[in-house]
């Protein structure tokens, strides 16, 4: 079997948006199911967690990293 991915710098559309959410969401049900409360709320709440990923978005610091056309992993820089 062989394993392609893909990162790319994302754009910042409503696409994106929801790919990114979607995958911090995806992960907080995983760690759920291990038995952590890790990531159980949305930091500092939802409205402002989905403003800081829209920034990182807008300011260009976020990636993603696809597997066959599907978000499987983002990165986020800080300076």
């Known amino acids: 079997m062989t394993l392609t991915l893909r990162i790319a ?3 910042p559309t409503p696409e ?3 790919a990114l ?3 911090i969401d995806e992960r907080a049900e995983w760690l759920r199911y291990k038995g952590t409360d890790q990531w159980a709320k949305p930091w500092p709440d939802e409205r ?3 403003e800081r990923v829209l920034k990182g978005l807008q300011v260009r ?3 993603i990293v696809w597997d ?5 992993a983002t990165v986020t ?3």
Request: charged residues 30%; glycine residues 8%.
């Open 61 to 63: 610091k976020t990636w």
């Open 77 to 79: 820089t800080a300076t």
């Open 16 to 18: 994106n948006l929801l």
């Open 68 to 72: 066959d056309g599907r978000p499987a």
């Open 21 to 23: 959410l979607g995958l």
């Open 48 to 50: 402002r967690r989905n």
């Open 9 to 11: 710098r994302a754009e």
